[in-house]
């Protein structure tokens, strides 16, 4: 496996934790108050931080087990990178215009924020999926 097929998984797998423990926070205070006083930035910015500090421990590890490996992508990873951060910025900017209709018809901050966070967790899927993909297909550069 590709090392940057194996942060691929690191940082899909992480994604999916992190968000999916936010959604479940989330939820379970929506069963005791209504959408406008759920009080979901502290769980928010909680889960971002201990996924993002996960991620970097994560990599650093796998780094340190495969130091040669780490510093020498070739020009297919370097392809391969590009076209998946492609992909995932179709995702981040659809999640922008979401949040930007939500704004300007005055929609509660509960959903704009909720269609953000949403649309990171998306592109992030979406970087991760074209770059595994790409990796285990015949992929060719555009």
Known sequence: MAFEEKRA???GVLAVISYGAYVIIVLVR???APVADVAYA???IVTIGAGVLASIVAHVAIGFSARD???QPDERDRDIDRFSKLVSQAFLSASALV???LAVTDQDRFWIANAIVLGFFLSAMA???AKIVAY???FQSW
């Open 42 to 44: 502290g769980p928010l």
């Open 30 to 32: 929506l069963r005791d």
């Open 99 to 101: 949040a930007l209709l």
């Open 136 to 138: 285990h297909r015949d």
């Open 9 to 11: 998984w690191i940082g």
């Open 69 to 71: 490996e780490a510093n």
């Open 127 to 129: 970087e991760m999926v």
